[in-house]
């Protein structure tokens, strides 16, 4: 009766057994595979097990107590040695002086060169040794005596040694990120003839007697107390106690406290307090950043430093950086 239309009709066998087949409930659900059973909770997070891991990572250094006491007496020694020597010199016998104090400079610069290891470290050695000769006879011959000369001496010797590293492409390379370690070299080597020229100055024998005696016994007590109790740790890397630290800092200025009563005026033991305190905080700061500084090689990975060196680089750099603060204060404090 009514005339046949065209059917479209989307609703064929194919489109039916898509629609059953995404209707089909998952398996595992009804089905007979079963789920995975269910995870139980883990307080601990992947990031909590990293953590974990580093702090078990960490290396807890042990203080060598035979070492310690060893780099207790060598800083004793270097001690007693600034102080005969600036007791000693007179104006027509310094060159004796001047021995003693190019021997220390030549084993400061052992130890800091194989340390600090710079670009042409041996063209920086040699050029630093030549300085520390300069230095040492102007400290002597330079008339009036002064601190001038030695700093030109040490520009032009960090000039000389940062001309010596252009040579080599490797070493050029080098420079912008080493140049502070050259420099350091070259200041602490020249540092070491500062006492030759306060021993011509006024009370400025006193004064390197009084600086180096608290530095010497700030380093000696901190280091014989780190063989004995070396605790509470600074840190974990870092073979020294912080009991060492505030014991030698507080002999060393009791040191100076007591020089100071028994030399000549103006100095009193107040004055002696104000530089033995001085004197000791320098000294044990430089010697414990040494220490951080061995640490942060040794867990880059970085070759140690040649034993010897090592072990004297702390107290060396210790009474190189004193003695700039010693002629500061014989200047502008105690005259």
Known sequence: MFPSMPQDDAWDADASREIARSKRPPAGLYGAVPDEPPREPDDREPEDDEELEEIEEIEVVPVRRQLSVAIAGFSALLGLALI?????????????????????????LLAWTMALNPPAAKTTASISAVVALIADYLSISRTPPGLLPLLLVALGGFA????????????????SDSWRTTLLIVLGVVAYAIPIVLTRQEVGTQTVIVAAAATAVSLLVSRVTDAIFPKPRIAAQVPRGAAG????????????????????????????????LIAAVIANLVDLAVNFGEAGRRLAGDAPTFWLARHMQGPLGAFALVMPFAYAMAHWYIA
């Open 245 to 276: 630290i505030v014991l030698g800092a507080m002999l060393g200025t009791l040191a100076a406290a007591g020089l100071g009563s028994v030399l000549v005026l103006p100095f009193t033991p107040a004055k002696g307090a104000v530089v033995g």
């Open 160 to 175: 000389a040694a940062l001309i010596g590293q252009f040579v080599r492409a490797g070493d050029r390379s080098r420079i």
């Open 84 to 108: 005969l020597g600036a007791q000693t010199s007179a104006p027509d016998s310094r060159w004796p002086f001047a021995v003693v104090l190019f021997g220390v400079q030549l084993l400061y």
